[in-house]
């Protein structure tokens, strides 16, 4: 009995300890997989993307980081001073006061823990969201109504192509393709497209882009 009694409150009395562990080997864990979630989930990566997206990337790094914070808490912050008698007034006394303050301190840790796992699952299911939303959705497509002056050369190689009359031409811009080797232009069937009544869109050198002109720019 001596040494399983030993044994046994001896680990009752580390039971804070243990529960300072756990929180730590949890922490890890969520530190390595939220590096990895935040490294997908950087904003440049997102900056094309929909509203809707960015907000739930914003908001699942957001969330892991709480969680960092919540199993920081655990595991390094003191615990309040635990209520309890001062002294004890036989051998058995004193036990059940180490054992219970031992409880109630690992008790303590328990509920801090807890309260990051739940931040945990809400990061996960907001990471979710996000790479679903960036992964159906593609890149947000933003056009403004501008005009776009060429250069005479892709006139004339447009021309068999395309009914274009001078070197401006006018259309919806895609914003994001002035960062790009091309422009991209969506014109009316005046502009470009005869009598099909369909719009088209045309994809134009960059080196062929004499100047630009967006409406509200």
């Not at 939220?34 to 997102?46: C, E, R, W």
């Not at 001062?86 to 823990?113: F, G, P, T, W, Y």
């Not at 990471?127 to 593609?138: E, K, R």
């Not at 947000?140 to 001078?166: F, H, I, N, W």
Request: aromatic letters at 4%.
């Amino acid at each position: 009995m001596g040494p399983a009694s030993e044994a046994y409150y001896s680990e009752r009395v580390r039971s804070g300890s243990g529960a300072r562990l756990r929180a730590q080997a949890a922490q890890s864990t969520v530190t390595l997989f939220a590096s990895g979630i935040v490294a997908a989930l950087t904003f440049t990566q997102l900056a094309d993307k929909s509203l809707d997206t960015r907000w739930a990337g914003v908001g699942a790094v957001a969330l892991w980081l709480l969680a960092a914070v919540l199993y920081l808490r655990a595991v390094a912050q003191p615990v309040a001073a635990l209520a309890g008698p001062s002294h004890a007034r036989d051998r058995l006394d004193l036990l059940n006061a180490v054992l219970k303050r031992a409880d109630d301190e690992a008790a303590q840790i328990d509920r801090r823990q807890k309260h990051a796992n739940w931040v945990v699952m809400g990061a996960l299911i907001a990471s979710m969201i996000a790479v679903a939303l960036a992964a159906i959705g593609g890149p947000q497509e933003e056009k403004a109504t501008g005009s776009v002056v060429v250069s005479p050369s892709y006139v004339k190689s447009t021309r068999a192509l395309c009914a274009m009359k001078d070197k401006r031409i006018t259309g919806r811009i895609d914003k994001a393709s002035l960062g790009t080797s091309f422009v991209h232009v969506t014109v009316g069937s005046k502009e470009c497209g005869g009598a099909t009544g369909q719009e088209t869109e045309l994809v134009i050198p960059k080196p062929a882009v004499q100047a630009i002109v967006m409406e509200g720019e």
